[in-house]
């Protein structure tokens, strides 16, 4: 008897074991982090936010639930390569690149996109007081940084600065608090962001250098390369721009300058 229940017991481990390593082929799985009006996640464990809805309304027309995982942002291809996301969801710049084996590779080489749908560029954040004293790229040269690692700011603050003065912290919304705490002298991040964040709350001295702009960027949504999700999400993407969702949810969020559907990333 002790020998068929230690085998029963064995079976249901196993089929347990088994259950939860299966994926659910229903469910979109967006890797994400903390981006304030794009993904938040509040006290309740519910999701907000211009991107969040966008993801939901997508699955909607595709039939997929959707879920959001946080990631760590330096390990984004990783979490893709592995399955453990469907999808890279989260003020994804597509016309960048990133450093693969000491070598700088374009993201579109990398994962496939969408098409994109809003446009972004890379600012310097510094403290307010701080302003003066830089009026061009030179300025930032031998100077302290912190950027979110793996992020088109990562790129362009390695061209700006030396590598041993550049923090790299896992969401871009640290980056503000390390300037604010003194740690580093700038940080490189998503502009969009930035104007949601500077000179408010407990954000109220630290400023944008209008004074360096950068290139523009397009976000889109980043799938495996070969994934069928890439054409699923297009269709519906473009169905939402057409019936006027996606311009709706832009202004709900105060995107509505920036929202530009296109077929061409680069």
Do not use: H
């Not at 229903?26 to 794009?38: A, D, K, Y």
């Not at 374009?106 to 890379?122: A, P």
């Not at 793996?150 to 503000?176: M, P």
């Not at 940080?187 to 969009?192: G, N, T």
């Amino acid at each position: 008897m002790k020998k068929l229940l230690a085998i029963i017991m064995a079976a249901v481990m196993l089929f347990a074991l088994a259950g939860c390593g299966a994926k659910d082929d229903n469910v979109l799985v967006c890797g994400v982090t903390i981006f304030e009006n794009m993904n938040e996640q509040l006290e309740d464990g519910t999701w907000t936010g211009f991107e969040t809805e966008f993801a939901q309304e997508v699955g909607k027309l595709i039939g997929m639930e959707v879920d959001f995982q946080i990631i760590d942002w330096a390990q984004k291809y990783n979490e893709l390569e592995s399955g453990a996301i469907d999808c890279i969801w989260n003020g994804f710049t597509a016309n960048s690149s990133d450093e693969v084996n000491g070598v700088q590779v374009k993201r579109s080489d990398i994962v496939d996109f969408s098409y994109g749908y809003m446009l972004n560029q890379q600012c310097i954040v510094t403290k307010a007081d701080n302003i003066e004293n830089i009026k061009s790229e030179a300025d930032l040269k031998g100077k302290s940084a912190c950027v979110e690692g793996g992020s088109a700011g990562a790129s362009y603050a390695a061209t700006v600065t030396d590598e041993d003065k550049i923090l790299a912290t896992t969401a871009q919304i640290n980056a503000f608090t390390e300037v604010k705490a003194g740690a580093v002298d700038f940080a490189v991040v998503d502009i969009i962001l930035a104007k949601n964040i500077c000179g408010q709350g407990d954000y109220a001295d630290l400023a944008i250098v209008e004074a360096i702009e950068l290139d523009s960027e397009i976000y889109a949504v980043g799938f495996k390369k070969g994934s069928d999700l890439t054409a699923k999400v297009n269709e519906a993407i473009k169905t939402l721009e057409e019936n006027g969702k996606l311009m709706e949810l832009a202004k709900k969020y105060g995107f509505e300058n920036v929202l530009q559907v296109t077929e061409n990333i680069e």
